[in-house]
């Protein structure tokens, strides 16, 4: 199980759109549509942002949004607030073999 | 209101053995495609993924930490126990507990974590 490769940092105004990028392989991102988001803000626990590639759960702001394409996954955030910075990690299902869950090292966002 | 909370010592000794719950509320143990997956978080780190049961007792383990972990349940307790072995300092880490629905790696919500230490 190695880790799924996202950027270390990501930066946008207030108002702009950023994309996170999350990289796997064959053998997870690309095999299922099984990408989950969590943002985590410092000092606290991580919260579910996307799950299943681009579903947003109940009380997620419209303006997060997920995609995949082949073995890249994306997270789109759209008219970026200050409340936004915060810690982003992908995590995406790897099989039933192992069950295997893995996660991405995270993306600091940095709201300017 | 679905809630989890972790709990266990807040130090350990190198090689000692650590023994963490997990107690949950607003769901059963019981219920069909839930489970319960522990989670941790070195500081500064990222996070990595450790174990997790299902309500049908289906247990699974990181590859890289299997021979160390074991994970059980107490569906009238509520409760969720990680046990790991031979604890060392590389360990020290915040550990989470999650709800997790249906094996796919959707943790939601997370318990506040607890920041366990390894050190003489």
Redesign the interface.
Same mark, same amino acid.
């Given at each position: 199980?190695s +880790?799924l490769t996202q950027p270390a940092s990501v930066s946008g105004s207030p108002g702009q759109s950023i994309t996170i990028s999350c990289t796997g392989t064959s053998s997870d991102v690309g095999s299922y549509n099984? %990408?989950?988001w969590?943002q985590q803000h410092p000092g606290k +626990? &991580?919260?579910?942002m996307i799950?299943?590639g681009s579903k947003r &759960?109940s009380g997620v702001s419209n303006r997060f949004s997920g995609s995949k394409s082949g073995n890249t996954a994306s997270l789109t955030i759209s008219g970026l607030q200050a409340e936004d910075e915060a810690d982003y *990690?992908c995590?995406? *299902?790897a099989g039933s073999s192992? @069950?295997? %869950?893995? @996660?991405?090292?995270?993306t600091k966002l940095t709201v300017l | 209101q679905v809630t989890l909370k972790e709990s266990g010592p807040v130090l350990v000794k190198p090689t000692e053995t650590l023994t963490l719950t997990c107690t949950v509320s607003g769901f059963s143990l019981s219920n069909a495609r839930m489970g319960v997956s522990w989670i941790r978080q070195p500081p500064g780190k990222a996070l990595e993924w450790l174990a997790h049961i299902f309500s049908n007792d289906e247990k699974s383990y990181s590859t890289s930490l299997k021979s160390r972990l074991t994970i059980s349940k107490d569906t009238s307790k509520s409760q969720v126990v990680l046990t790991m072995t031979n604890m060392d300092p590389v360990d020290t880490a915040t550990y989470y507990c999650a709800r997790d629905i249906a094996g796919s790696g959707r943790f939601d919500p997370w318990g506040q974590g607890t920041l366990v230490t390894v050190s003489s």
């Amino acid at each position: 199980q190695s +880790a799924l490769t996202q950027p270390a940092s990501v930066s946008g105004s207030p108002g702009q759109s950023i994309t996170i990028s999350c990289t796997g392989t064959s053998s997870d991102v690309g095999s299922y549509n099984l %990408v989950s988001w969590y943002q985590q803000h410092p000092g606290k +626990a &991580p919260k579910l942002m996307i799950y299943e590639g681009s579903k947003r &759960p109940s009380g997620v702001s419209n303006r997060f949004s997920g995609s995949k394409s082949g073995n890249t996954a994306s997270l789109t955030i759209s008219g970026l607030q200050a409340e936004d910075e915060a810690d982003y *990690y992908c995590c995406s *299902y790897a099989g039933s073999s192992t @069950f295997g %869950v893995v @996660f991405g090292g995270g993306t600091k966002l940095t709201v300017l | 209101q679905v809630t989890l909370k972790e709990s266990g010592p807040v130090l350990v000794k190198p090689t000692e053995t650590l023994t963490l719950t997990c107690t949950v509320s607003g769901f059963s143990l019981s219920n069909a495609r839930m489970g319960v997956s522990w989670i941790r978080q070195p500081p500064g780190k990222a996070l990595e993924w450790l174990a997790h049961i299902f309500s049908n007792d289906e247990k699974s383990y990181s590859t890289s930490l299997k021979s160390r972990l074991t994970i059980s349940k107490d569906t009238s307790k509520s409760q969720v126990v990680l046990t790991m072995t031979n604890m060392d300092p590389v360990d020290t880490a915040t550990y989470y507990c999650a709800r997790d629905i249906a094996g796919s790696g959707r943790f939601d919500p997370w318990g506040q974590g607890t920041l366990v230490t390894v050190s003489s």
